[in-house]
């Protein structure tokens, strides 16, 4: 069983000048900043982090060990360090950030985040060089944009404290993008409530300095059934694009929106030797509307057949038995016609209750088939409230009821792949947790 794994909410990277704030209510870096103006000290370097201490209290249907049913607590952080340096007609820098996290790592060690060189024009907008999200990515409304506590299906991690059933779950975004891979990406400045923006990754697999979970190139090792179970990622792509727009109208005080549209366009490789796999091909469409203290969010997204396999399974999966045995053979193992890579949908709304308490519910969907008529789905209903005490520290509450079903294509598949997977399977996820911001 994977150790749990934790992940801190993110505040957005943005490099304008943050609004006047109360000084009792100034994080721990605006203070020292403050310091050094007072002794005539102008630093152009900055810290900004988050740290996240959860706990986590699980109860599942389906287990892969005795104690699946258990409380956990864990302590996660990410902290990036800034320069910026202004000159007449924009400014510019670079940025690295890194997690520590007792989950995803032996002893705590940490791992580069993010690692990029910037240029900013107040009227023209944002250029990034290096180790960054997409543009895409950074832009995708769903419905846990306005999710408060831990996120719920939103935070990307929710499916791995769950024996879930093999293939259902599938991110909110895009579950192939590059985020770690190095690249190019622009953001444009806003123009009458429009802003556009466009990143291009050369391979995927150019994660260097952090840990990767892609394979070297046609790796013998790899098997044919692995190339291409959704949660392995033997696959890649190469020169990929991504695209998006948003459109912001409205008043923030009275009624107010936004609408954003995002797609991923890229060649697909395996590291599998004599399997081919389909080209990235995806969107996704998000609306957030809001009215005074009311906010409500949906997203949508397609992800196509973004590498799967071409090669298709010849004979069909043997039906379990009432002790869930089943035999294949190597051709029952894979995709069949109509396979895709998942649709998800989502909504969320959250509600400002006081001025320091906000509360959310949201609901996620996710379908991805194996074939025509055989599919996988899982469903998240998420609950969850938080209580601002200072800029610097939040508490939060969160229950999660999650289901997922799986089609026996998808299990013999993932039994093949040497993963633990199940059919029908149900939990109950109660979290609370302490951040702080620096």
């Not at 996290?101 to 705590?108: C, E, W």
Request: glycine share 10%; charged share 25%.
């Amino acid at each position: 069983m994977r150790k749990v794994i934790f992940m801190a909410l993110l505040a957005s990277v943005a490099f304008c000048e943050e609004p006047e704030v109360k000084e009792e209510e100034k994080l721990l870096t605006e203070l020292i900043a403050d310091e050094l103006k007072k002794d005539g000290i102008c630093c152009p370097f900055s810290i900004r982090g988050t740290f996240n201490f959860t706990a986590l209290s699980r109860k599942q249907d389906q287990k892969s060990e005795p104690d699946e049913d258990n409380a956990i607590v864990a302590l996660e952080s990410d902290v990036f360090l800034k320069y910026l340096g202004k000159g007449e007609q924009c400014n510019f820098g670079c940025e690295v950030g890194a997690k520590v996290n007792s989950g995803i790592m032996k002893q705590g060690s940490p791992i580069v985040r993010t690692a990029y060189a910037f240029v900013e024009s107040e009227k023209i907008g944002l250029l990034k060089v290096g180790f960054t999200p997409t543009v895409a990515d950074s832009m995708t409304i769903n419905g846990g944009s306005v999710m408060v506590g831990y996120g719920g299906a939103a935070s990307r991690n929710l499916s791995l404290f769950y024996n879930e059933s093999a293939g259902s779950f599938v991110d909110l975004c895009f579950p192939f993008d590059d985020n770690k891979a190095a690249k190019l990406a622009f953001m444009s400045a806003k123009f009458s409530g429009v802003t556009v923006g466009i990143s291009f990754t050369p391979d995927s697999r150019s994660t260097n300095p952090f840990k990767t979970l892609h394979p070297k190139p046609r790796n013998p090792e790899i098997s044919e059934e692995k190339a291409n179970f959704p949660g392995i990622r033997s696959a890649y792509s190469k020169n990929i694009i991504t695209a998006g727009v948003a459109y912001e109208f409205g008043d923030p005080q009275a009624f107010n929106g936004k609408i954003a549209l995002n797609g991923w366009i890229g060649k697909g490789k395996t590291s599998v030797i004599g399997v081919d796999v389909e080209d990235i091909r995806a969107y996704n469409v998000g609306v957030i509307l809001g009215y005074k203290d009311f906010k409500l969010a949906l997203g949508y997204a397609d992800h196509g057949k973004s590498l799967r396999s071409k090669k298709y399974a010849t004979a069909d999966v043997a039906a379990f038995d009432e002790n869930r045995n089943y035999a294949f053979a190597d051709a029952d193992v894979g995709l069949k016609p109509g396979a895709n890579a998942g649709k998800i949908y989502s909504i969320g709304a959250s509600y400002d209750v006081t001025a320091r308490f906000v509360a959310s519910v949201g609901y996620f969907r996710s379908v991805v088939k194996f074939s025509g008529n055989e599919k996988c789905t899982a469903d998240v209903i998420t609950v969850a409230g938080e209580y601002t005490i200072h800029r610097g520290a939040i508490v939060y509450a969160e229950y999660n009821r999650l289901k997922s079903d799986s089609c026996a294509r998808a299990q013999a598949y993932g039994k093949a792949c040497g993963l633990s997977s199940t059919g029908k399977n149900s939990a109950n996820i109660f979290m609370i947790g302490v951040k702080i911001n620096i």
